[in-house]
């Protein structure tokens, strides 16, 4: 089936520095990608869908400033956490629809544990 | 908005045992639900869908539009059906969770 990476699958950073995490379509091309926030023992929140060459479109309360998408490519969406703080430590999960897929299957990605520090 | 609700956080039960995780939901149009699943260290990964009307590794889901519901249920439990299990409502672009249920199978 559909893979879906992330990379890195773990990162720690410094309070105040910037950390990107990239999505990538391995066999298959996704005009649409989403980004996902997961804390301990809770739900999937969606954060931004991610559309190849446009804005990313951001849910209610995510700031697009702090959280900075781009989807440069078919296969490639990549998350920038800015200034990261403490609180933005998290599980940041992305999936991507196969544009092929008429039934719309979404394949998801291994995840990303950020860690602020 | 829509919504999705699964009422059980943990489920436990023995293995041989029937299982019934339920899920809920809220949505003004016409829905299209899933059921995903999440082993230890594992994504998150399709389990069924219910357009497809299909069985998948024994679990059933049937959407119930008078009750707004789609519980996912298997007769008989297995140990390596232990996981996170989410419901999740598609509308649009947009895929919305449940808050998952721990399954548990003793053996």
């Known amino acids: 089936g559909a893979v879906v990476s992330q990379h890195p699958s773990r990162v720690i950073c410094k309070s105040g520095t910037s950390v990107k995490i990239e999505c990538r379509s391995l066999?298959?091309?996704?005009?649409?990608m989403f980004w996902y926030r997961q804390f301990p023992k809770q739900s999937l929140m969606l954060m931004a869908t991610?559309?190849?060459?446009?804005?990313?479109?951001?849910e209610q309360g995510v700031e697009k400033d702090k959280f900075l998408i781009n989807h440069a490519s078919l296969t490639l969406s990549t998350l920038t956490v800015t200034s990261a703080h403490p609180e933005d430590s998290s599980f940041y999960i992305c999936?991507?629809?196969?544009?092929?897929?008429?039934?719309?299957?979404?394949?998801f990605g291994e995840g990303s544990w950020l860690t602020v520090v | 908005a829509q919504r999705v609700t699964q009422p059980e956080k943990l489920l436990s039960v023995f293995k041989g045992a029937p299982v019934e995780l339920k899920c809920n939901y809220s949505?003004?149009?016409?829905?299209?639900l899933f059921w995903y699943v999440q082993y230890s260290r594992q994504r998150l990964q399709l389990l069924l869908r219910?357009?497809s009307r299909e069985s998948i590794k024994g679990f059933t889901a049937d959407l119930n539009k008078g009750e707004t519901s789609f519980h996912l249920k298997k007769p008989f439990a297995q140990e390596e059906d232990s996981a996170m299990y989410y419901c999740?409502?598609?509308?649009?672009?947009?895929?919305?969770f449940g808050g998952g249920t721990r399954l548990m199978v003793k053996p």
């Open positions: 999936s991507a629809r196969d544009i092929r897929d008429s039934g719309n299957t979404i394949y």
């Open positions: 066999d298959f091309q996704a005009t649409t």
């Open positions: 991610s559309n190849e060459g446009s804005k990313a479109t951001y």
């Open positions: 949505y003004s149009g016409s829905p299209e």
């Open positions: 219910h357009i």
């Open positions: 999740a409502l598609r509308a649009g672009n947009m895929l919305t």
